[in-house]
C-alpha cells in the first residue's frame, strides 16, 4: 500500500441480479488529488462511490481507500473521510450553526465551527434555519458538514444537480477551496464544464467501465491538433462535399460539423468547393474539441447521454 | 472516551428536543391534546360526585380514572407515535445514512431518541397529573408518585421500542404519520382509556389486555385508586410491559434500516 494513494481500486465488479453495474474499474487517486467522475445516468457514478463511501457491498475485486477496505468501515476511517450526498440531507428546522454542532459531536478533533462557516462563505447565516437557506447556500451548508470533522478525503456526489448558474458558481467556489486546503477530493457529476473546471483529473464511466482516464486536457488532447469545422448549412445543399473533403459530415439540426485532423487544409478545400458551387457557409467556424465533445464520443453508444447543464 | 460518547448523547438529545419543539403537529398532539382530551373527558363523561369505577380489584375516582388513562395515552404518543413517524422522515429523507456516514456511535443515537421522549413523557405526565390534582381533585399520595414514575419510564421503554420496531413496516413518512397516531387511537378505545373498561364488552377489553396500553393505563390507574397504598405496582402488568419491550428491542436491533426504503430516481 503506497503512502501517497487515498484511493486504489481493482477489478471492482458490481452486481445487481443479473445486470452488472460496474465491471471491472481500476483506479488510483493520490492524496491532494481532485477527481471527477464524469458519466452518464446509471453509468455507475453513484454505485462507485457508495461503495468507495461504505454504504454499498462490491461483488469483486480489492478496494482501499485511505488504507482501509470501506466494506469495513471503522469510526477512526470514518473520522477521516466527509460526504456530500446527492440531496442535501440537513434537519430543515435547525440552524447553520447547530447543524455544524450536532456533527462536530461526532467527532474527536473537529474544526472549530466559526472556521468552517468561514471556509464555505457562511458567515451571517450561523442562525439562520437551513430550510431558509438558497440551494446554493444549502450546498454550502452540506459541504460544511463534510468539513467538520476535518476529513482528508472528501466524496461530493453530483454537488450542483439543479442549480441555477449562481448557486452553481457559489458551490464551485467552495469546492475550489477544499483544493487550496490540500484535500483529497472525489467528486461525480454529469456537467462537463463543472468537471473541467474543478478536476485535476477525470475519469469517464460508460456502463460500469471507466473508458478515458486523465486530465482534461489529455482526455481532449486524444484529438490534439484536430479540430472541429462547422456552418449553419444544412447538410442536403452540400452534395459533393463530402467526397472533396474525404470526411464524413455530422448533421445536427441546421448546422453542419465535421471533424479535420488538419484544418488548415481542410478550410481551403471547404472554402473553394464553397466559392466554385456558390454555398453560403453561414456561422463558419473552427474550435478545438472541448470535454464534452470527448465525453459525447466516449459515451456515445449510451442512449441517455444525460443533459449538458447549459 | 467515556466523556465523547457523554457529548454525542448529550448533544444528540438536545437537538431532537430543539426540533420536535420546532414542529407544530409534535406540540399539538405530544403536549396540547392530551391535556385538552383530559379536559374534556373529565367535563363532560365525569362528574366530582359520580360512584368510583370499580374493576380489576380496584375502585377508582372517574376524575381520577381519566387522569391515569389520559398520562397512559401521552405516553404512548410521546414515545410510539412520535418515533414512528421521526424515525421514519429521518430516514425517507436520508438523514439516516447521512449520520451513518459519520463516526456517530449507533447506540448514542438511539440512547439520544430515549432520552428526548423520557423527557417529553416526564413533562406531559406530570402536568396531567398536577391538572388532576389541582382542578379535578385527584388525591396523589406521596407513594404513588414512586409508583407512577416506574410505570411511566416501563411504558416509555416498550413504547418507544415498538415505537422503532414498526418503521421496518412503515416505508415512508406519509405511512408513518398515518399508522403511529391511528394506532395509538384504536389502543386507546380498547385499553379503556376513551371508554372506561367497565362499559367496555369483555371482548374488546381481552384483545386490549394483550398490548401494553392497557396494562400501563391501569398501572397507573392503580396508583391513584382509593383502595391501594404504596407504590401500587402489579407484577402482571409490569410483566406484560416488560414482555413487550424486550420484543420491540429485538425487533428493532434487527429490522433497523439506516437507508430510505423508496427509490429516489
Known amino acids: 500500500m503506497s503512502g501517497d494513494l487515498a484511493v486504489s481500486v481493482s477489478g471492482l465488479r458490481k452486481r445487481y441480479g443479473e445486470f452488472e453495474a460496474l465491471k471491472g474499474i481500476d483506479l488510483e487517486v493520490r492524496r491532494g488529488e481532485v477527481l471527477g467522475f464524469l458519466g452518464p445516468n446509471g453509468a455507475g457514478k453513484t454505485t462507485l462511490i457508495e461503495i468507495l463511501e461504505g454504504y454499498r457491498s462490491r461483488s469483486a475485486g480489492a478496494v482501499r481507500v485511505l488504507g482501509v477496505d470501506p466494506a469495513k468501515p471503522t469510526r477512526s476511517w470514518r473520522e477521516r473521510i466527509g460526504l456530500v450526498l446527492q440531496e442535501c440531507e440537513l434537519d430543515p428546522v435547525l440552524t447553520v450553526s447547530e447543524t455544524l454542532k450536532l456533527f462536530a459531536s461526532f467527532y474527536d478533533r473537529p474544526r472549530p465551527i466559526a472556521e468552517v462557516i468561514r471556509l464555505v462563505g457562511l458567515e451571517g447565516k450561523e442562525g439562520a434555519r437551513l430550510a431558509r437557506l438558497s440551494g446554493g447556500q444549502r450546498r454550502r451548508a452540506d459541504v460544511a458538514v463534510a468539513l467538520v470533522g476535518d476529513p482528508d478525503l472528501i466524496f461530493l456526489d453530483e454537488p450542483t444537480t439543479g442549480f441555477d448558474p449562481t448557486a452553481r458558481r457559489e458551490t464551485w467556489n467552495t469546492i475550489d477551496g477544499l483544493k487550496q486546503l490540500g484535500k483529497t477530493v472525489l467528486l461525480t457529476t454529469h456537467y462537463m464544464d463543472e468537471a473541467q473546471h474543478l478536476a485535476d483529473r477525470v475519469a469517464i464511466i460508460r456502463s460500469g467501465e471507466i473508458v478515458a482516464d486523465g486530465p482534461p486536457d489529455q482526455i481532449v488532447g486524444a484529438s490534439q491538433g484536430r479540430a472541429i469545422v462547422s456552418f449553419r448549412t444544412p447538410a442536403d445543399a452540400l452534395d459533393g462535399l463530402e467526397a472533396e473533403l474525404e470526411t464524413r459530415l455530422q448533421p445536427s439540426g441546421a448546422q453542419t460539423s465535421f471533424e479535420a485532423a488538419d484544418p488548415q487544409q481542410a478550410l481551403l478545400v471547404l472554402t473553394t468547393w464553397a466559392d466554385r458551387e456558390n454555398v453560403r457557409l453561414d456561422g463558419l467556424e473552427v474550435r478545438r474539441p472541448s470535454l464534452e465533445d470527448a465525453f459525447l464520443e466516449l459515451t456515445s453508444s449510451d442512449a441517455d447521454a444525460g443533459d449538458d447543464g447549459r | ?265
Request: aromatic fraction near 8%.
Open chain 2, 1 to 265: 472516551m467515556a466523556g465523547s460518547y457523554g457529548r454525542q448523547v448529550r448533544t444528540q438529545a438536545r437537538y431532537a428536543l430543539v426540533v420536535n419543539l420546532r414542529t407544530p403537529q409534535s406540540l399539538f398532539f405530544g403536549i396540547a391534546f392530551p391535556i385538552i382530551l383530559l379536559l374534556l373527558f373529565n367535563s363532560i363523561f365525569a362528574g366530582a360526585h359520580d360512584a368510583n369505577l370499580r374493576f380489576a380489584g380496584l375502585s377508582i375516582a372517574p376524575h381520577a380514572y381519566n387522569t391515569a388513562g389520559m398520562a397512559a395515552y401521552a405516553v404512548m404518543v410521546q414515545t410510539f407515535t412520535s418515533l414512528v413517524i421521526t424515525m421514519t422522515s429521518l430516514r425517507e429523507s436520508g438523514q439516516l445514512k447521512r449520520l451513518r456516514g459519520t463516526p456517530l456511535v449507533a447506540w448514542t443515537f438511539v440512547t439520544a431518541y430515549i432520552l428526548r421522549c423520557v423527557v417529553l413523557v416526564g413533562a406531559v405526565v406530570a402536568t396531567l397529573m398536577v391538572l388532576g390534582v389541582v382542578a379535578f381533585d385527584v388525591h396523589l399520595r406521596a407513594a404513588a408518585i414512586g409508583g407512577i414514575v416506574i410505570y411511566a419510564a416501563l411504558g416509555t421503554a416498550a413504547l418507544a421500542a415498538l415505537g422503532i420496531a414498526v418503521t421496518a413496516i412503515t416505508p415512508t413518512a406519509d405511512v408513518a404519520s398515518a399508522v403511529g397516531p391511528f394506532a395509538a387511537v384504536l389502543l386507546a378505545f380498547v385499553s379503556g382509556v376513551f371508554i372506561p373498561v367497565t362499559q367496555l364488552p369483555q371482548g374488546l377489553v381481552d384483545v386490549g389486555d394483550v398490548f401494553p396500553l392497557a396494562h400501563l393505563a391501569t398501572g397507573l390507574q392503580r396508583c391513584l385508586a382509593d383502595n391501594v397504598s404504596g407504590l401500587g405496582l402489579d407484577a402482571t402488568d409490569l410483566l406484560v410491559i416488560a414482555g413487550w419491550m424486550l420484543l420491540g428491542a429485538a425487533i428493532a436491533a434487527r429490522t433497523f434500516k439506516w437507508e430510505p426504503q423508496t427509490s429516489r430516481g
